[in-house]
């Protein structure tokens, strides 16, 4: 009776009810969630910089390398973006690069974000607890031991190597004759 409601319970939390009702198991357990990251960031940036007319290689340059290049669509790249990460909205783009030749036909795209909208969208803010300081105070400075003094110039000096001892080795040679 207990594995029956149990199941039942399991089964109402596990419906598509509400946005991404899945990631909560009776309403209070969240499993853990792997991001998913596939395919190129193109930002409204990186877009902005291409031009008709550029080659392949520019285009790659400015782009990196497309993420569908089709051996039966050779004049066609296609860079395709998605994310899904714990705690941020599902994203989606897609950006199509049409070749005549060597030369840039066309670039369309879907409404891309700029790198700082992209960067805040991803960002889950989970920060916990105050960042680290990363300076002593004055006291915690004054609290430090005092750097050793010097070795004087003449202890300095580099004594002349010993020869080595102990047992030398010989090896055979690597080539037979």
């Known amino acids: 009776m207990l594995a029956g409601l149990g ?4 089964g109402c939390g596990l419906t598509p009810t509400g946005p991404r009702m899945s990631d909560r198991v009776l309403g209070v357990i969240t499993p853990y969630r792997i991001d998913v990251v596939q395919g190129n960031v193109v ?11 550029m080659s392949r290689s520019q ?7 497309p993420l569908i290049a089709d051996a039966f669509h050779e004049n066609r790249w296609d860079y395709v973006f998605t994310i899904r990460r ?10 199509t690069a049409i070749f ?40 915690q400075l004054r609290a430090l031991p005092a750097p050793k003094a010097a070795a004087p110039a ?18 055979p040679p690597l080539e037979q004759p």
């Not at 714990?86 to 950006?95: I, L």
């Open 7 to 10: 199941l039942v319970l399991t």
């Open 43 to 53: 930002t409204r940036e990186m877009v902005e910089r291409v031009r008709t007319g």
């Open 59 to 65: 285009v790659r340059e400015l782009l990196g390398s």
């Open 86 to 95: 714990a705690g941020t909205a599902y994203q989606q783009r897609r950006v």
């Open 100 to 139: 005549r030749g060597d030369a840039l036909e066309s670039l369309e795209s879907d409404e891309l974000p700029s790198e700082r909208d992209f960067v805040e969208s991803i960002d889950t803010g989970k920060v916990s607890g105050k960042p680290p300081v990363l300076e002593l105070s004055e006291a």
């Open 154 to 171: 003449a202890a300095a000096t580099l004594a002349p190597a010993k020869p080595a001892s102990g047992p030398t080795r010989t090896f």
